[in-house]
């Protein structure tokens, strides 16, 4: 019954709704600090790696408990935060590094047909770093 409980209060649309806020506020900040040279990088690699595990989780959990509410979600920079750190040598989390292709799995259209306006389209960072030439 506690266990019920809880879930039923992690699963409040509202407070998802202010998490998928804040990870994605933390999300431009890491994209804004890559952008900002050495000294941005520097400050990215001294994070603890618990903030990209945290956010990893986040999605993992909430594509199996509530799919349809994250699918609702803007997910462009947290995807983007992903694809920078699966390329860069600040993590050094083997289970980590394992998890982030489970996290940009989500990014991928629910339907079998794409839609032309999907992120995975539209947006340049994407198709040029996930598309094979």
């Known amino acids: 019954s506690t266990m019920v409980a809880m879930r039923t209060h992690l699963l409040d649309p509202k407070l998802l709704r202010k998490i998928f806020a804040l990870y994605g506020w933390a999300a431009r900040w890491m994209l804004h600090m890559k952008n900002q040279g050495p000294e941005g990088c520097r400050v990215l690699a001294a994070?603890?790696?618990?903030?990209?595990?945290?956010?990893?989780?986040?999605?993992?959990?909430?594509?199996?408990?509530?799919?349809?509410?994250l699918r609702s979600q803007p997910m462009e920079d947290v995807m983007r935060v992903v694809m920078t750190l699966m390329d860069s040598s600040?993590?050094?989390?083997a289970s980590l590094r394992g998890q982030l292709p489970d996290v940009l799995n989500l990014a991928l259209p629910v339907a079998s047909?794409?839609?032309?306006?999907?992120?995975?389209?539209?947006?340049?960072?994407?198709?040029?770093?996930?598309?094979?030439?």
């Open 90 to 93: 600040m993590l050094k989390n």
């Open 47 to 69: 994070l603890p790696e618990y903030f990209a595990s945290d956010m990893a989780n986040l999605y993992i959990l909430m594509n199996r408990f509530e799919p349809i509410m």
């Open 113 to 133: 047909i794409p839609s032309p306006e999907h992120m995975l389209v539209t947006q340049q960072c994407f198709t040029k770093t996930l598309i094979p030439r």
